[in-house]
């Protein structure tokens, strides 16, 4: 499985930015798919994740009401819809993938994950 993240740019606080995950290699089935970012000196954190099987989604707190997970099955990708963006949503962002598709929930760093995108990088200006 090879993941591939696009998206990521400047954007001024408050506005928008959709980042995209496309996977290749293998089909989605039943995987969890989880999109993680990571400022310098800080530890990978998780954002946003959804379930294949059955579209589930789940939020850190600091990203509720602000941030979209969604998959488009056809085309093998998970996007991350950001809105209202801060100047502390400034990282790289990465996309991985759980191959069992078990993994779901912001309890689960990033070892719990199998594959990694290269990550893709978004600032936020103030």
């Known amino acids: 499985v090879q993941l591939q993240a696009s998206g990521g740019g400047l954007v001024q606080a408050g506005g928008s930015l959709r980042l995209s995950c496309a996977a290749s290699g293998r089909v989605f089935s039943n995987y969890a798919v989880g999109w993680f970012r990571q400022v310098p000196g800080k530890e990978r954190e998780i954002v946003a994740g959804?379930?294949?099987?059955?579209?589930?989604?789940f939020y850190v707190d600091s990203v509720k009401g602000r941030f979209t997970i969604s998959r488009e099955n056809a085309k093998n990708t998970v996007s991350l819809q950001m809105n209202s963006v801060k100047p502390e949503d400034t990282a790289v962002y990465y996309c991985a993938l759980d191959i069992a598709g078990v993994v779901h929930g912001s309890d689960y760093g990033p070892q719990f994950y199998d594959y990694w995108g290269q990550g893709t990088l978004v600032t936020v200006s103030s």
């Open positions: 959804i379930r294949w099987s059955d579209g589930s989604t």
